[in-house]
T-cell receptor, first 115, second 114 residues
């Protein structure tokens, strides 16, 4: 049973460029959340997608956007990249149940370096 | 003030030692408390999950939650070199902005030397 898969594993971009990261959730999961983890810090919540809609968003600018597809996979897009966007981007999948999300599982992440 | 505070360490102990890790938090809406282990350049993996106050034990790991003090702990008994990793505490709740999202501490880097 495949867990959460993310692609690519590593990426180098130039300031001002745009990037798209991809995530396939664990089988049976219908919700995808994205987190940004800067070096030496804990993951910070970017947003969450369920039923192809953004359900909740953290304190990130509009340069960060996302999408969820009918097969529950998801993309994270970042426009106008800044040096400060360099981080490990983590995708987590879960399923909706009574009272909240369950089975929260993280992928191995995409390491983005902005130069 | 961050919602979840965690001492980043680093913490270095000999093999076989008892390790104590802890976090404090400020949001009383948190009801679910988790500990994740993260190896270098990998995603976090869930170690322990606790709902509300109390203790939970799983093998060499014990998680404690004291909601009255807004304080959670993870104890590792008989620590092994393979336990060397970063340990992250995380929390969530059942209402408002705490529902469905995790709030993390910054992680404590642990090294267990043989």
């Amino acid at each position: 049973d495949a867990g959460v898969t993310q692609s690519p594993t590593h990426l180098i971009k130039t300031r001002g460029q745009q990037v798209t990261l991809r995530c396939s959730p664990k089988s049976g999961h219908d919700t995808v959340s994205w987190y940004q983890q800067a070096l030496g810090q804990g993951p910070q919540f970017i947003f969450q997608y369920y039923e192809e809609e953004e359900r909740q968003r953290g304190n990130f600018p509009d340069r960060f956007s996302g999408h969820q597809f009918p097969n529950y996979s998801s993309e994270l897009n970042v426009n106008a990249l800044l040096l400060g966007d360099s981080a490990l981007y983590l995708c987590a999948s879960s399923f909706q149940g009574t009272g909240g999300n369950y089975g929260y599982t993280f992928g191995s992440g995409t390491r983005l370096t902005v130069v | 003030q961050k919602e979840v505070e965690q001492d980043p360490g680093p913490l270095s102990v000999p093999e076989g030692a008892i390790v104590s890790l802890n976090c404090t938090y400020s949001n009383s809406a948190f009801q679910y408390f988790m500990w994740y282990r993260q190896y270098s350049r990998k995603g976090p993996e869930l170690l322990m999950y606790t709902y509300s106050s109390g203790n939970k034990e799983d093998g060499r790991f014990t998680a404690q939650v004291d909601k009255s003090s807004k304080y959670i702990s993870l104890f590792i008994r008989d620590s092994q070199p393979s336990d060397s990793a970063t340990y992250l505490c995380a929390m969530s709740g059942r209402r408002g902005s705490t529902l469905g999202r995790l709030y993390f501490g910054r992680g404590t880097q642990l090294t267990v030397w043989p």
